[in-house]
């Protein structure tokens, strides 16, 4: 398997991937995807692998794979699926690559807190960008830019889709917050100031329309890019808490 890789990539983005090597990844479905997510953040898998089957599209842009567990299990589309997997750390590419090799995935190395480079592609009918926001380092600028930079990618009408642990404005038990602060100083988690009114303003800036859902400690969204409508549009902006 090979990667294309963006040359102009800083190290500033970097800041926690290291959490996310071979060793640890081989861990990840049944410590984060699975024990994390029904007893910390109180959004089980199952209700993100729902979130997947709803949004995902063949023409597939994944930001940050993790171990590739939604896209292992999520229904894609019938007919071949053209996915393409988009990490700034190698590991989760090579990882993910393997684990979804029936689909023959193109990884790209390259950060989003920058400008995409070509290398990547456009037209993409969905981008997935699941549980990637919490573990970036905030930049002068904000990390909101990564908005931007995943809407230059999209097709007219895409969808936008994806869940983050927040910080503000959702619900914490004293085990996720304990965790969530700890996670905070060891670096892998940079979500002090992520709030679901921030994550509002920031999918309003950037998209026709977006559609919030809490659960726990976690937002689920997903925002279309202007274009024509399409059916599964997301609704005015709005927030339901569970």
């Known amino acids: 398997m090979s ?23 081989r861990l990840y479905d049944a410590v984060v995807v699975n024990a994390s997510n029904r007893l910390l953040w109180r959004c089980p898998k199952q209700r993100l692998l729902d979130h997947y089957n709803e949004w995902i599209t063949s023409r597939h842009l994944e930001v940050g794979p993790g171990s590739g567990y939604y896209l292992d299990h999520c229904r894609f589309p019938a007919g071949p699926a053209e ?4 990490d700034l750390n190698p590991d989760p590419l090579h990882f993910t690559a393997h684990r979804l090799r029936r689909h023959s995935p ?24 699941n549980y990637v926001l919490h573990c970036l380092p905030e930049p002068p600028g904000g990390k909101q830019v990564v908005f931007k930079h ?6 007219p009408g895409g969808v936008l889709f994806g869940s983050t642990v927040l910080s503000q404005g959702v619900k914490h038990t004293v085990l996720s917050r304990r965790f969530n602060l700890l996670y905070q100083r060891q670096g892998s988690f940079h979500n002090q100031h992520d709030s679901v009114r921030r994550l509002h303003r920031t999918l309003d800036e950037h998209f026709d329309s977006h559609w919030l859902e809490v659960r726990g400690s976690v937002a689920l969204f997903a925002a279309r890019a202007p274009g024509p409508g399409t059916p599964g549009r997301p609704g005015p902006a709005g927030a339901t808490h569970g």
Request: aromatic share 10%; charged share 20%; with cysteine.
């Open 150 to 155: 995943l809407r230059q990618v999209l097709a």
């Open 106 to 129: 193109r990884c790209v190395q390259a950060d989003i807190l920058e400008p995409l480079p070509d290398i990547v592609g456009d037209g993409f009918t969905s981008v997935a960008f």
């Open 83 to 86: 996915l393409t997997l988009l």
């Open 3 to 25: 990667i294309d890789a963006s040359p102009g990539s800083s190290a500033f983005g970097f800041e926690g991937q290291p959490y996310y090597e071979n060793r640890r990844l």
